[in-house]
């Protein structure tokens, strides 16, 4: 399945401390899925991705799928 979504690049690291994934511009951000509809609304955050690397893209198919976000 493809998905069309875009990537943000977070060179400065400002995404990552506003969405809590750092602490600080120095540290290495954590691995986090974050879910956002259409309308800019946070639908789901799946912070396990590291534990399930293997299974992320199905599981966040079914993520999807299970909130109406795709077909």
């Known amino acids: 399945m493809a ?3 875009p990537l943000i690049p977070d060179t400065g690291r ?3 401390l506003l969405y ?3 602490q600080n511009i120095e540290q290495v951000s ?3 899925t974050f879910l ?4 800019g609304i946070l639908r789901h955050v799946d912070k396990e ?3 399930r690397v293997r299974t992320h893209g199905a ?3 079914a993520k999807l799928k299970e909130l109406g ?3």
Do not use: H, P, S
């Open 69 to 71: 976000m795709i077909q």
């Open 49 to 51: 991705v590291q534990a």
């Open 3 to 5: 998905l069309d979504y």
């Open 36 to 39: 956002i509809d259409k309308e």
């Open 59 to 61: 599981d966040m198919t």
């Open 20 to 22: 809590g994934t750092t």
């Open 14 to 16: 400002n995404v990552c």
């Open 30 to 32: 954590q691995r986090w």
